[in-house]
């Protein structure tokens, strides 16, 4: 059982998190991705919407990402 609980809570302690926490900062950065890609299809479409949406978006992933428990 303590295996098993293991595999959800090693990766978020890893990164100094609860498991709640790091599920709220995952479903957070799916959602930006998924926005990004949809900005970015329909700017392939449309080439005139969206224009930096996309690239704004993974830029703020990025920061995220590499700023987090920076306080």
């Keep these: 059982m303590h295996a098993i609980f293991n595999l959800f809570t090693a990766h978020p302690g890893s990164v100094d998190e609860t ?6 900062f995952a479903l957070g950065f799916s959602a930006l991705l998924f926005g990004a890609a949809f900005a970015a299809l329909v700017h392939a479409i449309l080439p005139f919407m969206f224009e930096k949406t996309a690239s ?5 992933l990025y ?5 987090r428990g920076r306080a």
């Design 19 to 24: 498991y709640g926490e790091h599920f709220r």
């Design 56 to 60: 704004r978006l993974i830029a703020q």
């Design 63 to 67: 920061e995220r990402t590499h700023n």
